[in-house]
């Protein structure tokens, strides 16, 4: 009798030789037939989006063929329909370079981001744009924003808040007096490694990387490495940099700094914590419709008041119609002393009828209010 192999839903016969083995030779016809199919598909996807941008041509350039509530309804889609044998992050992955190779017949998304080449914040530019834009490494945050600000890029990507560390509040703050919105966000998945160039771990004699990494090994650190001088940096990638030239100096990073610097891993996944995820922040100068699955950030300020129930009556309006708060922020103004604004996250777009009814509400309260984006929650 043939054995069986599951492939998707479906049971299939493998093929058996004379000698009542697997056949190879026809296993791998089958698979080229499959690869032609697939490519097909792929070429006649790409057809279609390439009628799509000549459709918006007239609209602008690269930046008007993105629709980022578009990529998440097809995305999740794509994780609904997906039974195995690949991973719903092989299944994104997969999908997300279809559509960003397809985008970019038309011409390439410039996308900002908090360089140098090799940091977690390049990382999340690939994992919601894909690897067909173009990314333009900036030395800071505050040139990130500015890039986009002046039409020189698309958009930007920027980190915003931690799993362990928290908040990242010179981003908070640059959204004071940027005019951008917030066009969507990416979660991903920290994983921390010691490298350098030196054959184990008793040859590091001093540690670089950036201050919040630092924070996030810092109990592995202690165990492992105590002695050693830890030394912070402005990104991972500068502390690779470092490493690969200065002798007995090791980094801590993420394994794409390992690879641009050429480094060797010496340890791995050091972080202190199992689920250490950093959230970013896709910045770009429009806004977007609803995707079904969504969320608000909000500025707000009720000014100064030396009255009781001031932040009540801010997010009152939200409990009575039913939105969901899921993370609130204060910050100096700037405005004058012990002035403070808030920055908080909502649940739904601002086009949902029970988000619109609140939003209206809070905005009469409200001294200062400012929708600073609605965009699709990140898929995974």
């Known amino acids: 009798m043939p054995r069986k192999r599951k492939a998707g839903n479906e049971n299939q016969a493998l093929p058996m030789n004379a000698a009542g083995k697997v056949d190879l030779v026809a296993l791998r016809k089958q698979i080229d037939a499959i690869d032609e199919q697939i490519h097909a598909l792929i070429n006649e996807r790409a057809s279609w989006a390439q009628k799509v941008g000549f459709s918006k041509s007239s609209e602008g350039g690269a930046a008007s063929f993105y629709r980022p509530e578009r990529e998440a309804e097809v995305l999740r889609k794509a994780l609904e329909r997906n039974q195995g044998p690949l991973s719903n992050e092989e299944i994104l992955r997969l999908f997300r370079e279809i559509m960003s190779a397809c985008l970019a017949q038309q011409e390439p998304l410039k996308v900002a981001f908090l360089g140098p080449e090799g940091t977690f914040t390049q990382q999340a530019v690939l994992k919601h744009f894909g690897h067909s834009v173009r990314s333009l490494a900036l030395p800071s945050i505050d040139e990130a924003f500015h890039e986009v600000e002046s039409g020189a890029a698309d958009f930007g990507v920027v980190p915003i808040e931690n799993s362990t560390e928290g908040t990242v509040n010179y981003t908070l703050d640059r959204f004071l007096v940027s005019p951008l919105s917030i066009c969507g966000e990416v979660e991903l998945r920290i994983h921390q490694h010691v490298m350098g160039r030196m054959k184990s771990l008793k040859g590091v004699r001093r540690l670089c990387s950036h201050q919040q990494s630092l924070a996030q090994c810092k109990q592995w650190l202690d165990e492992h490495l105590p002695d050693i001088e830890r030394i912070p940096v402005s990104s991972n990638a500068e ?94 103004s700037r405005r004058g002393k012990w002035d403070y604004v808030f920055f908080i996250d909502i649940e739904g777009h601002v086009s949902d009828p029970s988000v619109a009814l609140a939003l209206a509400e809070l905005k009469k309260r409200a001294s200062l209010f400012r929708v600073l984006g609605s965009y699709p929650r990140a898929v995974l």
Request: charged content about 25%; overall charge negative.
């Open 239 to 332: 502390a690779a940099r470092r490493a690969r030239d200065e002798a007995g100096t090791a980094a801590v990073a993420g394994l794409a700094a390992a690879e641009v610097y050429g480094l060797d891993v010496l340890a791995t996944e050091i972080e202190d914590q199992a689920d250490n995820t950093t959230r970013f922040l896709v910045i770009g100068s429009r806004e977007f419709g609803p995707s079904g699955k969504d969320k608000t950030t909000l500025l707000v300020s009720a000014g100064k008041t030396g009255s009781y129930g001031t932040l009540y009556t801010l997010l009152e309006p939200l409990a009575r119609n039913q939105v969901n708060m899921t993370r609130i922020e204060s910050r100096p």
